[in-house]
């Protein structure tokens, strides 16, 4: 398996760990409970935006000097979106923790 490619899966599967916990959020009774599981949704979110941003920056360039420009392309797409995810993760987890602990 390509290296980009197994990051790839590892950034989905957190992911798909950060949608549980929102689910876990929501669904739970106990205020605390739910701001915490939110709290480490946005964390996971984060740290794996975060990752995936700055693989997808190297294996991009590692594309584009082999001269694959299609798959450098597409890798610095990801990368750019995933930046988004963290960013607009990190942006809710601020807001949570002004709402919650810090207001």
């Known amino acids: 398996m390509h290296p980009y490619l197994r ?19 929501l669904v739970g009774r106990n205020t605390m409970l739910s701001v915490f599981a939110l709290l480490a ?10 990752l995936l941003f700055v693989q997808s920056w190297v294996w991009s360039q590692r594309s584009w000097r082999e001269g694959s420009r299609g798959r450098s392309l597409a890798m610095a797409l990801a990368g ?10 990190a942006a809710g987890s601020i807001v949570l923790l002004l709402t919650f602990f810090l207001g």
């Open 7 to 25: 990051i790839l899966v590892i950034a989905l599967v957190a992911m798909i760990i950060a949608g549980a916990l929102v689910a876990l959020a």
């Open 80 to 89: 750019g979106l995933a930046i988004v995810v963290a960013s607009v993760a």
């Open 41 to 50: 949704a946005g964390l996971v979110a984060v740290l794996m935006g975060g």
